[in-house]
């Protein structure tokens, strides 16, 4: 046999793994080579008895690491909604290369799996709603899980101004009832409260005349509202 016969690779065996769900073992020349899951065994048509060359497994092998990169961001992703930048974190924990993880989250994207403009606008319905958080607290939430400026303001343009309020007036009754001494120090504990959960100034000096039984407006502590925008 000359030399040119035996450095032709031959898939001699295609092998279903028993423990790895969709993953195969792919024998050349009767050696164990590499293990790729189903999807990348069919794209390549990795049969018995086709031959292979170095180049086609260099193709492989990257296919199979963005392969596994988008099976893992749609593992990350089902278990709760993520924004781009979570997911590219989340994946470079896990040990991918930044080209492997743009590829990813670009097929994500293009999927439909993963926009931050929707991710923006659920999670702020729920913190508004559900959690009843203060925009403030929800702004710097988005901020923190790299939603671009533009898409944040976008998002606090659609808060219900009523939503707000009640959410805000919910937890402030609980507050005011749990809250012991003089008027104004309920007052004080309350709002400071309120503040903590990311309401406006605005909204709070309301709930608190509100929730309030105390008529007499000179005892309303004023709130700085330097933190609205």
Not at 19 to 41: C, K, P, Q, T, W
Not at 189 to 208: E, Q, W
């Amino acid at each position: 046999m000359n030399t040119e016969e035996q450095s032709i690779a031959i898939i001699t065996l295609v092998e279903k793994q028993k423990r790895g769900r969709h993953r195969y073992n792919i024998y050349i020349n009767e050696e164990y080579a590499f293990s790729v899951h189903e999807d990348i065994l069919i794209k390549h048509r990795l049969n018995k008895g086709e031959t292979i060359d170095h180049q086609a497994i260099e193709k492989i092998t990257i296919d199979e690491e963005r392969n596994s990169a988008y099976l893992k961001a749609i593992r990350i992703i089902g278990r709760r909604p993520h924004s781009a930048i979570e997911v590219k974190r989340k994946l470079k924990e896990a040990g991918y290369e930044a080209p492997v993880i743009d590829w990813a989250c670009e097929k994500l994207i293009e999927h439909k799996y993963l926009n931050d403009e929707e991710f923006a606008q659920m999670w702020t319905d729920s913190r508004i709603i559900s959690q009843k958080k203060g925009r403030n607290l929800v702004r710097q939430e988005l901020q923190q899980k790299g939603i671009n400026k533009e898409l944040v303001k976008n998002a606090m343009d659609t808060i219900n101004p009523d939503d707000e309020f009640a959410g805000a007036m919910k937890i402030a009754q609980t507050k005011w009832k749990q809250t012991s001494g003089k008027t104004i120090d309920r007052k004080r504990k309350t709002g400071a409260f309120l503040m903590r959960r990311g309401y406006t100034g605005s909204i709070v000096s309301k709930v608190l005349a509100q929730v309030s039984s105390e008529p007499n407006e000179e005892e309303f502590e004023v709130f700085d509202d330097s933190f609205d925008s």
